[in-house]
C-alpha cells in the first residue's frame, strides 16, 4: 500500500481557503509533506468496529462523496472511519489527532459545503442507526447516523413526532446541532429546542454524557453550534403528539410567479403556529409548487388552504390528509430522487429579515434566466413558538419573526460548464444577500461574511468563543460553521 500524505502542525490559527473554516492546527493533505505508516491503517482497522476506508480501496469514490459536491469543495481524506460502535469515534479522533491529521464528522452528508468530507480523516457515523422510542415518556434516543425521516417513521408508530428539519436524508444530529427548521417550529420550536440530552466525545479523546443539569454551559452551545465542540455519537430528543395533518403542494402558473411570491408574503405574514410552507420555484416539470403543512384543527387547515387556492389559480394539487410521518418522510424539494445522480450539485442560501418588493422582483427575474434544474426557494418562514425562545437561550440566535430564507440549488454533469454555473450562483446570492446586518444559519452557510463567525452566532459569539476555547483550544473540530474571532 501506497505511503499517503500526512498533514504537518501550523502553530499558528489561520483560515482555510474555504467557507467559515477556519484552523488553528493543520493544512490541507495536498500542503502535507509526512506521511502515514500503512502499518498504522492495520492496527487502527483492527481496533475498529465499523470499516476504514483508505484511498486505493474500490469503496473510496463513494464513500468520501457528500450530497453537495463540487470542483469547488471536493475533498480527498486520507482515510475515512465508517463508525461500527460509538466508541469507534474515539478510536478515530485518537488516531487522526496522534497523526496530525484533519478531521471532519459525517453523520447524513447534507452539509450545503462539503464540510463532512476533508483531507485528513472523516469520521462516519452514518452506520450507526440505533434509535429507541419510548412513547410513554414522548422521547426518543437515536445513534448519530439516524436520518431524520427515520425519527419520524419511528415515532410516528405511536401517533408521535419528532421536531426535525424538513429533508428525510438529513441526519437527526447534525439538524439538531446546528439549530433545526422544520414543518412543526411554529408549534414546537427548532430542533434544538427539543434536545434533551447528547454523547459527545471531545478532542482530547473525552465521553461527555451532557444535559441541562449536568453540563449546562456545553449543553447551551451544542444546541446551535454543536459541531464546534466534538463528536455527538447520540442523543435523547422530545417528541410530541402529532395526529393527522393536511399537506402536499399547491403548483402554480410560472407566468404567475410575482402574484405567487406576493400571496406567499400575505400568506406567511398572518400563519397560524399550526402552520408552515415553503414555496418553490422552477423552470423545470414541476413550476411553482408550495409545499406545506398544516397540523392543526380539521376546519382551520382547510381555511388555509382556501387562502393558498386565493394566491393564483392552482395549476395541481397534491394535497391530502395524512399522518405527519408520511410528509416528513417525503423527499426534499431539492433533492426529489428521481432520475441519475448528477456529478456536480451546489447551493446557495440567504437569511432574509422580510420579504420585500425588491426581492421579489429579483426572484422573478432569476427564474426567468434559470436553466429548468434550478429549484428556489423560501422556506421556514419564522413565527411562533420558534420566535418565543429567547436568542440566547440556546446558541441558535436567528429566531426574529417574519425573517426567512431563500436558497438556490442546481446541479450538472458536464465539468465544462462548472464555471458558468459558479458565476450564476454567485450573481444570484449578491443579488439577494442583505446590505446590512447580515445573518448566516449554520446549518444553511454557504459563504461567508466580512464579520466571519459573528454572522453567524450574533449575541452568542462571545460565549461560544469561551466555550470554544475551553473544549476545542486547538480547532480541531473546524469543518463546520466554525466559531472563529472576528476579522476586521
Ligand atoms: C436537501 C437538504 C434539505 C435540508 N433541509 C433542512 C431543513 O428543512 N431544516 C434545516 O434546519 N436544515 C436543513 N438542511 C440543512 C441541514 O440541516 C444541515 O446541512 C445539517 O448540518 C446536515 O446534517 P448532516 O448530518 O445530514 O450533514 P453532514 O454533512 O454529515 O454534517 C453537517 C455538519 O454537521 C457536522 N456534524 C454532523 N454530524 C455531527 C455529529 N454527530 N457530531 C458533530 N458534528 C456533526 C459536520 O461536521 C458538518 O459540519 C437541509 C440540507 C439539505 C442538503
Not at 121 to 146: F, Q
Not at 147 to 164: D, K, N, Q, T
Not at 210 to 232: I, S
Not at 244 to 269: C, N, W
Request: aromatic content about 8%.
Amino acid at each position: 500500500m501506497a505511503h499517503v500524505s500526512r498533514r504537518t502542525f501550523l502553530e499558528h490559527g489561520g483560515a482555510l481557503a474555504g467557507v467559515g473554516v477556519a484552523v488553528s492546527s493543520g493544512r490541507s493533505a495536498a500542503e502535507g509533506v509526512a506521511e502515514v505508516d500503512p502499518g498504522l491503517f492495520s492496527t487502527l482497522r483492527t481496533r475498529l468496529t465499523g470499516r476504514l476506508v483508505l484511498a486505493d480501496d474500490q469503496d473510496y469514490a463513494t464513500a468520501k462523496r457528500v450530497f453537495y459536491w463540487n470542483p469547488r469543495i471536493e475533498q480527498r481524506p486520507v482515510a475515512i472511519v465508517e463508525c461500527g460502535e460509538e466508541e469507534d469515534a474515539v478510536r478515530a479522533v485518537d488516531f487522526a489527532r496522534s497523526q496530525d491529521l484533519e478531521i471532519a464528522v459525517r453523520s447524513g452528508g447534507h452539509s450545503h459545503l462539503a464540510w463532512s468530507s476533508c483531507n485528513g480523516v472523516v469520521i462516519d457515523l452514518s452506520k450507526l442507526k440505533k434509535m429507541t422510542v419510548d412513547p410513554a415518556r414522548r422521547i426518543v434516543h437515536a445513534e448519530g447516523g439516524v436520518f431524520s425521516g427515520e425519527v419520524a417513521r419511528a415515532a410516528g408508530r405511536y401517533g408521535l413526532a419528532p421536531v426535525l428539519g424538513q429533508c428525510p436524508g438529513v441526519s437527526a444530529t447534525g439538524v439538531t446541532l446546528g439549530g433545526g427548521l422544520g414543518w412543526l417550529a411554529g408549534l414546537y420550536g427548532a430542533s434544538c429546542d427539543n434536545l434533551m440530552s447528547a454523547r459527545l466525545v471531545t478532542a482530547d479523546g473525552q465521553w461527555h454524557d451532557v444535559d441541562e443539569q449536568t453540563n449546562p454551559e456545553l449543553f447551551w452551545g451544542l444546541r446551535g453550534a454543536g459541531a464546534n465542540f466534538g463528536v455527538t455519537t447520540s442523543f435523547t430528543a422530545r417528541l410530541h403528539e402529532v395526529g393527522t395533518i393536511l399537506g402536499g403542494d399547491v403548483h402554480y402558473s410560472p407566468s404567475d410567479a410575482k402574484a405567487v411570491l406576493q400571496g406567499f408574503r400575505e400568506v406567511m405574514h398572518a400563519a397560524p403556529d399550526t402552520f408552515q410552507a415553503t414555496l418553490n420555484l422552477t423552470r423545470g416539470e414541476r413550476g411553482l409548487f408550495l409545499s406545506f403543512c398544516h397540523a392543526g384543527a380539521e376546519i382551520d387547515a382547510d381555511t388555509m388552504l382556501q387562502s393558498l387556492r386565493a394566491i393564483a389559480k392552482p395549476t395541481k394539487e397534491v394535497v391530502l390528509r395524512q399522518p405527519f410521518a408520511k410528509l416528513a418522510e417525503k423527499a426534499a424539494a431539492t433533492n426529489p430522487g428521481q432520475g441519475a445522480v448528477p456529478a456536480f450539485r451546489e447551493v446557495q442560501t440567504v437569511r432574509r429579515e422580510r420579504i420585500t418588493d425588491d426581492v421579489i422582483e429579483i426572484l422573478v427575474d432569476q427564474l426567468a434566466q434559470a436553466t429548468p434544474d434550478v429549484v428556489m426557494g423560501l422556506s421556514h418562514y419564522m413565527h411562533g413558538e420558534v420566535c418565543r425562545v429567547l436568542p440566547d437561550a440556546t446558541a441558535f440566535p436567528h429566531r426574529q419573526e417574519h425573517s426567512l430564507y431563500l436558497r438556490m440549488a442546481h446541479s450538472w454533469s458536464d465539468a465544462r460548464l462548472t464555471d458558468d454555473r459558479f458565476a450564476w450562483s454567485e450573481q444570484w446570492r449578491e443579488r439577494l444577500r442583505p446590505r446590512q446586518n447580515e445573518r448566516i444559519y449554520a446549518n444553511y452557510q454557504t459563504y461567508e461574511t466580512k464579520q466571519g463567525s459573528p454572522s453567524v452566532f450574533a449575541e452568542n459569539h462571545a460565549r461560544l468563543l469561551t466555550l470554544k476555547q475551553r473544549y476545542d483550544p486547538e480547532n480541531v473540530f473546524h469543518r463546520n460553521a466554525n466559531i472563529a474571532p472576528a476579522r476586521g
